[in-house]
């Protein structure tokens, strides 16, 4: 049994407060990093990065990874129809191919890069079974809406304190509450979530503001936008998580702001859909609001790469402002480590190389034409802009080596490729 690990000579890209990149080592035992620098001793198992970027293990913050299996199924769609088919399908799943569809969205980000993310979906033990053969960490919300809403068999946020209450002690399972929007979730569905997570700590993520006709509607419902609206009734702390966020105004902006609350903005998404819509993240960050990074499902992204959404949102930013300022590399990077760590409430635990924390850990290829030339100076840079996911070389999520030589140690990738196509086929054809 493997009990330590010992990453030698690597461009150690840390995210630590300092945000420090040096040429060095990192200890890992017992799960958790244990020296950083230069490290001198052995250790059950040495792993040579023979000069190559070492970088925290990526969180991806809004993802539907049951999804992956219905990928291209209603591309090139209008919106309206794009709906229509995903929901005609969605209604009809069994839970094979949920499974098959978990195993699949789960390898591809672990493979990627990506150790930890979050998922807003219904049958989230399914999910969770994925999760854990895979080797990785889900923070896992089950989809909460008003019973009139839903397919669920039972009250969906009955349904969602019975996940919780399985796998509240599980360390690779982190349940949590996924709140659908505010189309399908009444003021008590929302303020009796609150009072869950308020009483459990679990995080809060819900669809926000993704579409102006979600806007416009609830705005002729209710008299208030969105966000306005989740502060004026209550709902909004800390432990909420925010996807797109896309359309907001500056009071909303600052609503977040003062409720301290995160989003996950998904650029990629929102664009591959053109729901059109830039979510405003310089006034984000400037009024407080903790930014992070989210690829959201298969249908929509059919990626779950954050190597490209970090440069898509980069590029997005800059190009929509006309200001090659907006958005750095270094703050792409943030969004998708200690930003994502803190939106989780796990920033003591994950999202940069630091000792004590828990040693998600990414080496990438030493031998990448992409990635050099490579200096202290550019390696974060050249990791947002220039690296792609099929640089990963080396993956360690807990201190485990789950990817070796851009090779799965935990799951047979053949068999579950071969079962994601069966499921898709199936689906087709319901």
């Known amino acids: 049994m493997v009990n330590s690990v010992l990453i030698k000579n690597g461009v150690i890209v840390t995210q630590d407060p300092k945000r420090r990149v040096f ?15 230069v490290v001198k001793g ?20 809004h993802a539907h990874v049951a999804m992956t299996v219905m990928k291209g199924l209603a591309d090139d769609l209008p919106f309206p129809k794009f709906l229509e088919r995903v929901f005609a399908i969605d209604s009809d799943r069994q839970q094979q191919d949920l499974l098959a569809g978990s195993r699949l969205g789960c390898l591809e980000m672990l493979l990627g890069g990506t150790t930890t993310f979050v998922d807003l979906y219904y049958s989230q033990d399914i999910v969770a079974k994925a999760v854990k053969e895979v080797g990785m960490r889900g923070v896992l ?6 019973q009139e809403f839903t397919t669920q068999q039972g009250l969906p946020l009955d349904n969602c304190k019975r996940f919780h209450d399985q796998f509240a002690e599980d360390d690779n399972i982190i349940p949590g509450v996924g709140l659908q929007g505010v189309y399908v979730c009444s003021e008590e569905t929302f303020m009796r979530s609150r009072e869950f997570s308020d009483l459990t700590g679990a995080l809060m993520t819900f669809h926000l503001s993704e ?45 977040l702001g003062r409720a301290h609350a995160s989003i996950s903005t998904c650029p990629v998404s929102n664009m591959k859909l053109a729901t059109g819509g830039v979510a405003p993240i310089p006034e984000m960050l400037h009024e407080g609001v903790n930014v992070t990074l989210g690829t959201d499902g298969s249908t929509t992204n059919n990626s779950l790469d954050m190597f490209g959404e970090m440069k898509t949102l980069s590029l997005l930013q800059k190009s929509s402002r ?14 998708c480590t ?93």
């Open 23 to 37: 040429q060095g080592d990192v200890m890992v035992e017992g799960g958790l990093i244990t020296e950083v620098g």
């Open 42 to 61: 052995g250790a059950d198992q040495i792993i040579d990065a023979d000069g190559a970027p070492v970088l925290p293990g990526l969180i991806n913050t």
């Open 141 to 146: 919300c089950w989809a909460v809406l008003d």
């Open 211 to 255: 579409t102006r006709k979600e806007v416009y509607d609830h705005k002729a419902k209710t008299g208030m936008r969105p966000a306005d609206w989740l502060g004026s009734i209550g709902f909004l702390n800390e432990r909420c998580l925010a996807a797109h966020a896309a359309w907001l105004t500056i009071n909303e902006v600052r609503t």
């Open 322 to 335: 006309w200001d090659p300022t907006i958005v750095t590399a270094q703050q792409a990077l943030d969004f």
């Open 338 to 430: 200690v930003n994502a760590a803190r939106s989780l409430g796990m920033e003591a635990e994950i999202g940069s190389i630091e000792v004590g924390k828990r040693a998600d850990l990414v080496i990438m290829d030493p031998r990448s034409p992409g990635l050099r030339p490579l200096s202290l100076d550019n390696a974060v840079s050249n990791l947002v802009f220039a690296g792609t996911r099929g640089d990963v070389m080396t993956v360690l999520c807990g201190g485990k080596i789950v990817v070796k030589d851009r090779r799965s140690l935990t799951m047979d990738v053949e068999e579950v490729i071969k079962d994601g196509q069966k499921a898709m086929g199936q689906l087709s054809k319901r």
